[in-house]
Nanobody, 120 residues
Framework: QVQLVESGGGLVQPGGSLKLSCVAS????????MAWYRQAPGKQRELVAY???????NYVDSVKGRFTISRDNAKNTVYLQMNSLKPEDTAVYYC??????????????WGQGTQVTVSS
């Protein structure tokens, strides 16, 4: 059974930083492109960043230069370092396998997510 456990969220002022972690179990972690998604209130979930098994990365334009995705295959963990946070980054953040989500756009299973709130 696949489990994804996100952590590291919180309340931060604009311009601040947070580092999110996601520990995966039940999968061959180093075989998957892992991704971070976010869902703001009243909005659809969106892809934020992804990292391939060989650590190539890609980001949505709105976070380029501010967020960094990384992975530690020995720990089955994917990270999202978020700097220069803006109020519009406020959302629940989730991790998942990129291919799995793409193939199951309406029926993918998700972890509990971690809330990020950027506010003064």
């Amino acid at each position: 059974q696949v489990q994804l456990v996100e952590s590291g969220g919180g309340l931060v002022q604009p311009g601040g930083s947070l580092k999110l972690s996601c520990v995966a179990s039940g999968i061959i972690f180093n075989a998957y492109t892992m991704a971070w998604y976010r869902q703001a209130p009243g909005k659809q979930r969106e892809l934020v960043a992804y990292i391939t098994p060989t650590s190539s990365t890609n980001y949505v334009d709105s976070v380029k230069g501010r967020f960094t995705i990384s992975r530690d295959n020995a720990k089955n963990t994917v990270y999202l370092q978020m700097n220069s946070l803006k109020p519009e980054d406020t959302a629940v953040y989730y991790c998942n396998r990129r291919t799995y989500v793409d193939r199951n756009p309406d029926g993918a299973s998700w972890g509990q997510g971690t809330q990020v709130t950027v506010s003064s």
